[in-house]
Antibody, heavy 120, light 107 residues
Framework: QMQLVESGGGVVQPGRSLRLSCAVS????????MHWVRQAPGKGLEWVSV????????HYADSVKGRFTVSRDNSNNTLYLQLNPVRVEDTAIYYC??????????????WGQGTTVTVS | DIQMTQSPSSLSASVGDRVTITCRAS??????LNWYQQKPGKAPKLLIY???YLQSGVPSRFSGSGSGTDFTLTISGLQPEDFATYYC?????????FGQGTRVEIK
């Protein structure tokens, strides 16, 4: 059973840092690109970042570029998102999601349940 | 960045209705367009990828079409479990972007 479990969310003051984790099981993590997507309270989905299966390629939304860093540990099947510094507008549920293939041009077919970040 | 615009933003429909949601990209994205369904308090669920490919396990009443800048999600015979918010998503280039969502409500 494929599973993504996010953790690391919480309440953080503006300007501080936070690291989110996404523990993966049930599939070959090292074969898939991985995404972060967020959803502010009562709002729509916002794409945040993608990392290639081999960690060579990383891309970010303009709203987080220079502040967020995506990384992965293929030996421990874990995806990370470092948020630093955080802003009030980063308040959202953060989802990790699996790209359908090793590339990122197809859909996001497996999602975690999300972890909530509140910046206040 | 490529802007994705969905219409309508919301709609009311009855069980059994045929529902169509459109998504327009601000520039051509070939066929790299995906559709998701999200219910309150839940993570999104992939319905259709690359315009028209049905994700495994998704009922065949869902279908997608289009290319370039204009895309459509059609639900043929709306079921009670289909009342949700639907999002389009372009995966043609980074930064990837989502539409603002279409809420499908019960009439």
């Amino acid at each position: 059973q494929m599973q993504l479990v996010e953790s690391g969310g919480g309440v953080v003051q503006p300007g501080r840092s936070l690291r989110l984790s996404c523990a993966v099981s049930g599939f070959s993590f090292s074969s898939h690109a991985m995404h972060w997507v967020r959803q502010a309270p009562g709002k729509g989905l916002e794409w945040v970042s993608v990392i290639s299966y081999d960690e060579i390629h990383k891309h970010y939304a303009d709203s987080v570029k220079g502040r967020f860093t995506v990384s992965r540990d293929n030996s421990n099947n874990t995806l990370y998102l470092q948020l630093n510094p955080v802003r009030v507008e980063d308040t959202a549920i953060y989802y990790c999601a699996r790209a359908t293939s090793s590339g990122w041009s197809l859909g996001l077919d497996v999602w975690g349940q999300g972890t909530t970040v509140t910046v206040s | 960045d490529i802007q994705m615009t969905q219409s309508p933003s919301s709609l009311s429909a009855s069980v059994g209705d045929r529902v169509t949601i459109t998504c327009r990209a601000s520039q051509s994205i070939s066929t790299y367009l995906n559709w998701y369904q999200q219910k309150p308090g839940k993570a999104p669920k992939l319905l259709i990828y690359v315009t028209s490919y049905l994700q495994s396990g998704v009922p065949s009443r869902f279908s997608g079409s289009g290319s370039g800048t204009d895309f459509t999600l059609t639900i043929s015979g709306l079921q009670p479990e289909d009342f949700a918010t639907y999002y389009c998503h372009q995966s043609f280039t980074t930064p990837q972007t989502f539409g603002q969502g279409t809420r499908v409500e019960i009439k």
